[in-house]
């Protein structure tokens, strides 16, 4: 049976006529067009259907549509675009910590809620804990851990200019 679930989307709001147990991820990447979420265990294992619900990361594989309504949702789609990056997707880039890129959306949605909450640059086992339920399957994590701590230093950073992330180092 189809209902009509309303919901904001990376701040637009969303009508979606589906069944109320579709899942999220399923809402998004075939009712939205919105890819940048990938199924991977589809069991809320791996971390690579994560979005941001209400602020909060989630695994969109265990969310389920009727469960979005009036809620907002955030994608990577949301944070940031390649004309338009996020401070973590830059982040990202310059450390080379995409890697095949498959898990990097998951990465940068729980990354971007770790970041909203932190008020000091988190050490890399902050970093490591926090990050705990996204996984990657190049084993990369170095990269990834560096490419954070690295959009948190530029995000912390006193200093209003604009500082250039390039090789692993912050500069202004």
Request: with cysteine; aromatic share 4%; glycine share 8%.
């Amino acid at each position: 049976m189809l209902k009509t679930i309303t919901f904001k989307v990376n701040g637009r709001e969303m009508k979606v006529n589906c069944p109320s147990s579709k899942t999220l991820l399923d809402v998004l990447r075939d009712d939205l067009d919105l890819t940048g979420s990938k199924e991977c265990c589809g069991k809320g294992e791996c971390g690579t259907c994560s979005v941001l619900m209400n602020n909060e990361a989630v695994c969109s594989c265990l969310v389920l549509a009727g469960q979005v309504e009036g809620e907002e949702i955030l994608t990577v789609e949301g944070i940031g675009t390649t004309s338009s990056m996020d401070v973590l997707q830059e982040a990202f880039v310059a450390e080379g910590a995409s890697q095949c890129g498959y898990c990097t959306p998951g990465f940068i949605v729980a990354a971007r809620a770790f970041l909203n909450r932190i008020e000091k640059v988190p050490t890399i086992e902050d970093i490591q804990e926090e990050m705990a339920g996204n996984l990657c399957r190049c084993t990369g994590y170095t990269k990834i851990t560096k490419a954070i701590q690295t959009a948190a230093i530029r995000l912390l950073s006193p200093s209003t200019e604009k500082h250039t992330i390039s090789s692993g180092r912050v500069s202004s």
